[in-house]
């Protein structure tokens, strides 16, 4: 069947219409309790609470309709189930499956994707048993002595995801054991991780899906030469994670775990790319445990029932507030240090996934996709741009996350309330005071309010709500991607930079070898590659 753009499907233009007369937050009737206890959406670990955003029962009908319509959720089931959906039509594309719900679609007799799960299984028992390896002192160093840390070497998917899910997640850490991460191809990132570590205790994880990427690759040879100069074997203290048959796929290393094409890098945190490093740092248990939350999100997330299903009821308000409502960024504030880099990584996998300026068909959107994706947790954010979010020109819709309790439980009460009652009465007040804002005589303290923004509130960030958390943004976007009829899973504008990049230092190495640049500048491109050229070298 084919698809259809957004301002095709019909419900659209009945938005269009809702969108004219949207609910004003700022009315004294509207934010009552009956409201707030109302629109709530719960799966599992988390409650989406929305009486915050400006919907009311005709435009969430309509959202449903237009869910229908684009038939997101069958879209959704026929990724799980392997269909080629990474390609677009008529063009040379990536041409391939999407299936990063196989790495968790563990827990059931008949998996969507029986061959892909299968291979995930394997790669999980190849984990397992290398950890119990290291456990067991199995798995040391040239003197018998175990591992307490371990530095992941990566970039991209290969870095953001999992480093966000170790930060979110190190109050369970393994005692005596640290993870350290490199990834810009900045010598000062290696040198200042490299500096503070006892390498002879130090694991090495070199992860690149593609075993190409230029900084992965030339950090790894800087980490060798720091262990070679230290008198230290790397082949006792490195292991990849790399897609079979790449150029990493090699003996060289301790062990190698894979991960496969049909997972793209932004969504490879629940492949082999997280799992090394996370079942090192916090346990194999703790690992499966992620996978687990993951899982449960993928499933309902199945649910036709927009009001029953989080990732695309947050898809479709997020269509709500872009497209209709007109607002450009998206903010997503937690209220966890803990997730001082989940926002990074979704910067990656919501704007790498549907920054896209094309449809499924090569044709020009005549409509925006992807929004500008920030933020910080709370409340330190609340003494920076919030001012901005409350007075600014431009209305920013916000995603609060939260949680009832605190990962290290050690709180005490200070004025007769707790630090874990005092994040979260931040986290509501701010939603609050978005939505309804306040009239003042003096304009300079006038809030206009109805700004719309939602609250993703669970128990506590533990390894499983870390897993639901994840994969309720990955099906979001996911979602959304189906919603604007884009390729969510291609990559194509991080290209021509990269081509360039490599241009320039062909021309720095023949300049360091010739002594002088001797190659073609004639061509317009080559030219300006030389100026360039020549400023670094100043
Ligand atoms: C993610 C992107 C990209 C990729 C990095 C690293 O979806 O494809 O961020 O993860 O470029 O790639 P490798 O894992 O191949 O080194």
């Known amino acids: 069947m084919a698809f259809r753009n957004l301002d095709q499907l019909p419900a659209y233009a009945a938005l269009k219409n809702l969108a004219a007369s949207a609910v004003d937050l700022t009315r004294p009737d509207i934010i009552t309790t009956e409201r707030i206890s109302k629109y709530v959406c719960s799966n599992g670990e988390f409650d989406l609470l929305y009486g915050t955003q400006r919907v009311n029962d005709d435009v969430l009908e309509a959202l449903q309709q237009l869910a229908d319509e684009s038939r997101a959720v ?9 269909q080629v959906i990474n390609r677009i039509e008529g063009h040379d594309s990536e041409n391939r499956q999407v299936l990063h719900t196989a790495c968790r679609d563990l827990f059931t007799e008949s998996p969507c994707e029986p061959k892909a799960t299968a291979q995930a299984r394997q790669e999980l028992d190849k984990l397992r048993k290398f950890l ?66 006892d390498l002879s205790r130090t694991l090495v994880n070199v992860v690149s899906k593609s075993g190409t990427t230029l900084e992965t690759l030339t950090n790894e040879e800087l980490v060798r030469a720091a262990y070679v100069k230290a008198g230290l074997d790397p082949a006792l203290h490195f292991v990849a994670v790399t897609g079979a048959g790449s150029p990493m796929d090699s003996p060289k290393y301790l062990r190698s775990f894979y991960m496969f094409d049909y997972i793209g890098g932004r969504y490879s945190v629940t492949s082999m790319v997280g799992g090394v490093m996370l079942g090192f740092a916090l346990g194999y248990a703790a690992f499966e445990k992620i996978l687990r939350g993951a899982d449960m999100v993928d499933k309902a997330a199945e649910e036709r029932d927009i009001t029953k299903n989080i990732p695309l009821l947050m898809a479709l308000l997020g269509i709500w507030n872009h497209n209709l409502l007109d607002c450009e960024t998206l903010a997503v504030l937690p209220y966890s240090q803990g997730l001082i880099r989940f926002a990074a990584h ?29 933020g910080e947790p709370g409340t330190n954010g609340q003494h920076a ?25 050690q709180d005490i009460l200070i004025h007769e309330t707790t630090s874990q009652e005092k994040l979260v009465a931040n986290l509501l007040a ?39 958390l994840l994969a309720i943004y990955e099906a979001k976007i996911t979602f959304q991607g189906f919603l604007w009829n884009i390729n969510s899973f291609d990559q194509e504008g991080v290209q021509l930079g990269k081509k360039l990049a490599n241009q320039l230092l062909d021309h720095l190495s023949s300049w360091r070898l010739d002594g002088e640049y001797t190659g073609m500048t004639s061509d317009p491109e080559g030219w300006a590659l030389l100026q360039t050229a020549r400023v670094i070298r100043k």
């Open 74 to 82: 069958d879209q959704f089931l026929d990724m799980k189930r392997g």
């Open 132 to 197: 119990g390896d290291i456990d067991a002192g199995v798995i040391v160093n040239s003197e018998g002595a175990g591992f307490t840390d371990m530095v992941q070497v990566g970039i991209g998917g290969s870095d953001l995801g999992p480093r966000a899910l170790y930060h979110a997640l190190s109050a369970y850490q393994v005692a005596g054991r640290r993870v350290h991460f490199i990834s810009n191809v900045d010598p000062d990132d290696a040198a200042s991780v490299l500096n503070k570590l």
């Open 346 to 374: 979704l910067q990656q996998c919501d704007m790498e996934s549907n920054g896209k300026a094309i449809n499924r068909q090569g044709d020009f959107l005549p409509y925006q996709s992807g929004p500008i994706v920030w």
């Open 385 to 409: 741009f919030y001012q901005l979010i409350h007075q600014g020109t431009t209305v920013v819709p916000v995603e609060f996350v939260g949680f009832r309790e605190s990962q290290y439980d």
């Open 430 to 468: 701010q939603s609050l005071a978005l939505a309804v804002g306040h009239k003042d005589d003096n304009p300079n303290r006038t809030f206009p309010g109805n700004r719309p923004n939602s609250i993703l509130m669970a128990d506590k960030l533990t390894p499983q709500t870390m897993g639901a």
